[in-house]
């Protein structure tokens, strides 16, 4: 449905152009989480599921998610306009709109998939939290990857001692979640604190394509595969622990390995 809508964006009256880019816009990503959670994060989005019912795994989902949302939609544009000397602005406003890219072609249209529509929220004096379809959908996947993986990690904490609380069985998947989470958000600051740096890469438009739409696609991946492997130690965790409350001899070894 996305392609043909958005055809009809470019052939139809320009009044409607939002209209019909915006609907195609929403229909792609739409499709394109549907297939994400569907197949590859099958198991995230039921642990996802599960998670989100508790206060904890909610607060962790909310509180990623508008962060994310921040870096992206107000450093990202708001500081890279200042470092450029963008135009201050004295008014609060909101506006809704796609932009049209021509010549018309697939990648001109899948290119319109990832900035339109655009929702602008100007902020005197000169941020600019700007919010399409695309930086929702990746944002949404991102924070449900953080929020199981961080969520997991704390099971495997409950699984382990006190003793082994502390050291890496439970330190390196978290700050593995950290990690991965941190190099998707520390790009809008880098770029947008690095004012000379800015103008070069806003001016070359592949690195720009690059960084906004194949850095947090990686960031996500690379989430999945660190969650893959949580996964596995707390399987291997739970085999290892459950016959201990069975067998007394078991226990003892599992408390001796502990000291």
């Not at 070069?200 to 438009?205: E, F, G, L, P, R």
């Amino acid at each position: 449905m996305s392609f043909p809508l958005a055809f009809s964006a470019y052939t139809g009256p320009y009044g409607l152009f939002t209209l019909f880019e915006g609907s195609a816009s929403l229909a792609f990503w739409i499709a394109i989480a549907g297939l994400v959670f569907v197949f590859p994060l099958r198991n995230v989005s039921l642990l996802f599921l599960n998670y989100v019912r508790r206060s904890r795994g909610f607060l962790i989902f909310i509180s990623y998610l508008c962060v994310h949302l921040f870096l992206y939609g107000i450093l990202l544009e708001g500081l890279i306009g200042l470092s450029l000397k963008t135009p201050t602005f004295n008014q609060f406003s909101v506006n809704f709109a796609s932009i049209p890219l021509y010549p018309v072609s697939v990648v001109s249209i899948l290119a319109g998939f990832g900035f339109n529509p655009s929702l602008d929220l100007f902020i005197p004096p000169f941020f600019v939290l700007a919010l399409s379809v695309y930086t929702i959908t990746l944002s949404l996947i991102i924070a449900v990857l953080v929020q199981t993986n961080i969520m997991k990690v704390l099971e495997i904490g409950k699984m382990c001692g006190t003793a082994l609380k502390s050291r890496t069985l439970v330190i390196l998947p978290a700050l593995g979640v950290i990690g991965g989470a941190a190099c998707c958000l520390s790009l809008p600051i880098l770029i947008s604190l690095a004012a000379p740096t800015t103008a070069i890469i806003t001016n070359n438009t592949a690195i720009w394509y690059g960084a906004y739409f194949i850095f947090p696609s990686a960031t996500a991946v690379g989430l999945k595969y660190n969650m893959d492997s949580t996964i596995r130690i707390a399987a291997k965790m739970s085999k290892i622990i459950a016959p201990s409350k069975h067998d007394p001899d078991v226990s003892k070894s599992s408390a001796d390995l502990q000291a």
